[in-house]
């Protein structure tokens, strides 16, 4: 069985961002022992039931690259070792740009994914709260990107594309364009917070896919891809995939979460695994 993705989420809630729409904050996830030394056990297990990944992703409750040196090269060791996954992928505020030696252990085989919401980075820092222009540092150059590109509700359309192919064009080593809408709350969908509500008033969400799609057909040529976990709309720019991804099945229901050592989905309840 060939899951979607399986994600290491790790419990540290230590981030130089402060993003107004944070999802860890909007989850409110407990903080536990992550229990680093499990993983390959589990890892081995999920391979004895035949299961494996399209997406390995280190993410976290906060930046992945404030773990220690020994901790992410103790996770990239083993999920390399496990042979599970089709691509690895890194979720980064930016800061492993300024983490030398952590970027080294990943900027070979790893995809590092990045979220703005401006190409300029001043209105970016401001927005997301940091103060380190980590994509004009010299680092940014050396890893390959996956841009995930969040749309506000004060930007047209038309204004995204002309953004979006200034990124390609400004930056060759980004590879990807992924355009993202925000979940207001995934784990128990109480939108009473200020994250939520900030996503309500100045971001698409869910709720403006079939408006996303219908935007996208009128301003370029797209093609439907890949229908086992997801609608992949994409179109090309210069040799380069830009997409829009709509889950078919339940959120979470094609992902493997990594937490505190055990298997579990978006709402912390152990996976029962579909063979």
């Given at each position: 069985?060939?899951?979607?993705?399986?994600?290491?989420?790790?419990?540290?809630?230590?981030?130089?961002?402060?993003?107004p729409?944070?999802?860890?904050?909007?989850?409110?996830?407990?903080?536990?022992?992550?229990?680093?030394?499990?993983?390959?056990?589990?890892?081995?297990?999920?391979?004895?039931?035949?299961?494996?990944?399209?997406?390995?992703?280190?993410?976290?409750?906060?930046?992945?690259?404030?773990?220690?040196?020994?901790?992410?090269?103790?996770?990239?060791?083993t999920?390399?070792?496990?042979?599970?996954?089709?691509?690895?992928?890194?979720?980064?505020?930016?800061?492993?740009?300024?983490?030398?030696d952590?970027?080294?252990?990943?900027?070979?085989?790893?995809?590092?994914?990045i979220?703005?919401?401006?190409?300029?980075s001043?209105?970016?820092?401001?927005?997301?709260?940091?103060?380190?222009?980590?994509?004009?540092?010299?680092l940014?150059?050396?890893?390959?990107?996956?841009?995930?590109?969040?749309?506000?509700?004060h930007?047209?359309?038309?204004?995204?594309?002309?953004?979006?192919?200034?990124?390609?064009?400004?930056?060759?080593?980004?590879?990807?364009?992924?355009?993202?809408?925000?979940?207001?709350?995934?784990?128990?969908?109480?939108?009473?917070?200020?994250?939520?509500?900030?996503?309500?008033?100045?971001?698409?969400?869910?709720?403006?896919?079939?408006?996303v799609?219908?935007?996208?057909?009128?301003?370029?040529?797209?093609?439907?891809?890949?229908?086992?976990f997801?609608?992949?709309?994409?179109?090309?720019?210069?040799?380069?995939?830009?997409?829009?991804?709509?889950?078919?099945?339940?959120?979470?229901?094609?992902?493997?979460?990594?937490?505190?050592?055990?298997?579990?989905?978006?709402?912390?309840?152990?996976?029962?695994?579909?063979?």
């Amino acid at each position: 069985m060939k899951y979607k993705e399986f994600e290491l989420i790790l419990s540290s809630f230590r981030c130089n961002k402060n993003c107004p729409y944070c999802t860890a904050k909007i989850t409110k996830w407990p903080v536990v022992d992550d229990k680093i030394h499990c993983l390959e056990t589990q890892l081995d297990y999920l391979k004895s039931q035949g299961i494996s990944f399209r997406y390995f992703i280190f993410c976290g409750n906060g930046e992945p690259s404030l773990h220690s040196y020994e901790t992410i090269q103790t996770v990239v060791n083993t999920i390399k070792k496990a042979g599970l996954f089709d691509e690895f992928r890194f979720q980064s505020s930016g800061n492993i740009f300024f983490e030398k030696d952590k970027l080294d252990l990943i900027k070979k085989d790893f995809i590092v994914e990045i979220t703005r919401v401006d190409f300029d980075s001043k209105k970016d820092m401001e927005i997301l709260g940091y103060d380190k222009d980590y994509i004009n540092s010299p680092l940014f150059k050396e890893a390959n990107i996956r841009l995930n590109y969040v749309m506000l509700k004060h930007k047209s359309f038309e204004e995204y594309l002309v953004e979006i192919k200034k990124y390609l064009d400004t930056y060759p080593n980004i590879k990807t364009v992924s355009l993202k809408t925000l979940n207001l709350n995934t784990h128990n969908n109480d939108i009473n917070n200020p994250y939520s509500q900030w996503i309500l008033n100045n971001a698409l969400t869910k709720d403006d896919t079939d408006m996303v799609i219908q935007k996208m057909a009128q301003n370029a040529d797209f093609s439907v891809k890949d229908e086992v976990f997801f609608d992949r709309y994409e179109w090309i720019y210069a040799d380069k995939p830009i997409t829009f991804y709509t889950k078919k099945l339940d959120y979470g229901y094609s992902n493997i979460v990594y937490y505190g050592g055990e298997l579990v989905d978006y709402h912390l309840n152990k996976i029962q695994l579909k063979k």
